[in-house]
């Protein structure tokens, strides 16, 4: 064992670092306030842009799509320093960490030519359209139809609380064309294709995150259709375990942290009880670290993570958790105005159980899958 | 980065698996608060496992997780500090057992002891022991415990060498803790499993699912800042790592007991082996608040 970087991964990490420092602008800490703002959507497509040119974007991807066959360490180490820097390239993690990983493993050569190239240069935003009124944990009982039509389909139906829909170029649509768990199709809809209508939805993420999206007699090719009918839920298995370990959460919350304990230091405020909340916040992202690390690990020695990957993200809901509650008792001034990125990682981290999927559903899997405890009865 | 074993950690896992098996089960007849294995500590001697850290190819890491194995047993000996802490000890090697005493209170493997780690305030002092310098007492605890002759000598460690067997005091708190609270949830699990009521397995009931997969969580975390602490030798490391243990031994305890209920208020129930050991832990080095102070100190300059 050894919990130490190496020489390759530390420098890559600085000059991650170093391209951030030149590439931020000095009023980032403002704009990183609403991920999913007008004003964050622009400035991620410039910044992503910079990324791609200096082979930042998408180092892990294969070289055929633009990256350099770099291995999980590189990718995450990326990932840690991006999202610690309050995320600038914005909805953009998505296409990098796996809707363009998902399409090189499943989509046709078509759908790859169309979309991956786009994401590669940092010029696509995209949404994911899984979440549904009465579809949520229980993703399997959605109802958006995808009917069979002449040489396509047409989509009815809702999605709702999807981020970034009012920017994207294109939706990660899961529908139904048929019954049954078994009978749910993922299609690649542009956005700007007829029928479609978003609505903003106010939230407490932030301005401009989350949406209502509908679908109304929505035609699209059979070519829209990623995979065959009826394989979306193996082929979303696969493109949810990528994002599980996908946003080191952690970092920023570290960081946050660190960001709160030196405000409280400069004013003298930091005594006994704060040391209790800013060690019990600092344990738990230390531990979201180790477990997210764990995980890369295994991808790099090429195992698939099973259940540790919930186990990683369990821990990673209790640090946002830990450190978010230290802001709110020991610097509450930061939710009115006085410090804007401690203000943005508090949004974020209100969804940290949420988002990608309830932390409950990770609780059932480690009962399950890593302690063996018996199912429950359906 | 690479969390897995070495070759060398590896074998020595494996060898330790083969040692440890005739420990492994659960006593049938067991109504006492201690079991205590001193053949478990002459054959763990024997077999030089008191040497791992200092050895070439496995060092504190290895260390580490044989503590946390053998605090998966039923029974407990007097590993962690010989293993973590004795190696850092400076000026040859200090008779063992060890045992480390705070505030005058009775302390773990006293009685058995011949090194004593002495702590006064931030301070620590060393004593060597003769049989007879400390008394057993009868203790909740799940471990042996003696108190120490108030007139006992101590020579205290330079403070250099005091914050270094500190940080050392704090890796094997945090690495046994790691092992017993695997064993404890190990144990609930089984009972979980087997234990019905309204017609099917407690197991079923997604409230102690979920409070269970949150202790897994909390444990696996304790495990694995305890390896990290071991593995970068540094002292926010370490603080963070027993403070961790620490905090998460008092959900623990008190989880882990609620969802075996009555069976494991009984003696004949092994669970209090493990959570009394970790009852133990909990105060220990100053209990969490003074970790935390550490923590404060170390990891926010």
């Known amino acids: ?378 | 980065m690479d969390f897995r074993p070495t070759p060398d950690q590896a074998a020595l896992m494996t060898a330790l698996e083969r040692l440890v098996e005739p420990f492994a089960a659960p006593p049938t007849d067991f109504r006492r608060f201690t079991l205590e294995s001193e053949e478990l500590e002459s054959q763990l001697e024997a077999a030089e496992f008191f040497d791992i850290a200092e050895t070439p190819g496995l060092g504190p890491v290895a260390a580490a997780l044989a503590v946390e194995r053998l605090a998966r047993l039923p029974c407990t000996a007097e590993v962690a500090l010989s293993m973590l802490v004795r190696p850092h000890l400076r000026n040859g090697r200090w008779p063992r057992p060890l045992a480390f005493v705070e505030r005058g209170r009775p302390a773990r493997f006293l009685t058995r002891a011949k090194t004593v780690l002495v702590a006064d305030g931030e301070g620590l002092g060393v004593a060597f022991l003769s049989r007879g310098n400390a008394a057993a007492v009868n203790s909740l605890f799940a471990y042996p415990m003696g108190a120490l002759d108030a007139d006992v000598a101590v020579k205290a460690l330079e403070p250099e060498e005091g914050a270094e067997v500190r940080r050392w005091l704090r890796v094997a708190l945090a690495a046994e803790a790691a092992g017993l609270m695997q064993a404890a949830i190990d144990s609930t699990v089984e009972h979980l499993s087997v234990r019905q009521q309204f017609g099917r397995p407690l197991g079923t009931f997604q409230a102690l699912r979920h409070r269970l997969s949150e202790c897994a969580v909390l444990a696996g975390g304790v495990k694995w800042l305890a390896l990290e602490a071991a593995g970068t030798q540094d002292s926010g490391a370490a603080a963070l790592a027993a403070f961790h243990a620490q905090q998460s031994a008092a959900r623990l305890t008190y989880d882990l007991h609620q969802m075996l209920g009555a069976m494991g208020v009984t003696l004949e129930h092994p669970l209090h082996l493990w959570t009394y050991r970790l009852k133990a832990l909990q105060s220990e080095l100053g209990g969490h608040g003074a970790q935390a102070q550490a923590v404060a100190q170390l990891c926010f300059p």
């Open chain 1, 1 to 378: 064992m050894d919990f130490a970087f190496d020489d390759a991964q530390a420098t890559f990490r600085t000059t991650v670092r170093r391209f951030l420092a030149d590439n931020l602008p000095g009023d980032w800490e403002q704009l990183a306030h609403g991920p999913g703002s007008a004003s964050q959507t622009r400035f991620a497509r410039d910044f992503c842009g910079k990324l791609a040119r200096a082979g930042l974007l998408v180092p892990h991807w294969p070289a055929r799509w633009g990256g350099r066959d770099a291995d999980p360490w590189i990718a995450f180490i990326l990932a840690e320093e991006m999202w610690g820097a309050g995320e600038p390239r914005g909805g953009q993690y998505m296409n990098v960490n796996w809707i363009g990983p998902t399409l090189m493993r499943f989509g046709t050569e078509a759908q790859q030519a169309r979309y991956i190239p786009p994401m590669a240069r940092g010029e696509a935003l995209w949404c994911q359209g899984f979440s549904e009124p009465e579809a949520g944990s229980d993703l399997a009982s959605l109802r958006t139809r995808a009917d069979r039509h002449g040489d396509g389909y047409r989509i009815h139906g809702q999605k709702i609380w999807t981020s970034y829909a009012g920017a994207a170029d294109a939706c990660f649509l899961l529908a139904r064309t048929s019954p049954g768990k078994n009978g749910i199709s993922i299609f690649l809809v542009p956005m700007d294709t007829p029928g479609i209508t978003v609505r903003d939805i106010p939230s407490l993420i932030g301005e401009g995150d989350i949406h209502e999206v509908f679908f109304d007699d929505v035609a699209v090719p059979e070519s829209a259709r990623l995979g065959g009918e009826g394989e979306a839920w193996n082929i979303v298995r696969t493109a949810l375990s990528l994002e599980r370990v996908g946003i080191p959460r952690f970092a920023l919350a570290a960081r946050m942290l660190e960001r709160a304990v030196a405000s409280l230091k400069r004013q003298d405020r930091f005594g006994p009880h704060a040391h209790i909340g800013a060690a019990r916040a600092r344990a738990a992202c230390a531990a979201a670290r180790l477990y997210s690390y764990r995980i890369v690990d295994q991808r790099r020695h090429g195992e698939t993570p099973g259940a540790e990957a919930s186990a990683a993200r369990v821990a990673t809901v209790m640090c946002e958790h830990q450190v978010a509650d230290f802001v709110v008792e020991h610097c509450p001034e930061a939710l009115s105005g006085g410090d804007a990125l401690l203000l943005a990682h508090h949004q974020r981290a209100v969804v940290a159980g949420i988002a990608s999927g309830a932390a409950e559903i990770q609780l059932n899997l480690v009962a399950s899958q890593l302690l063996g405890l018996p199912r429950e009865p359906r």
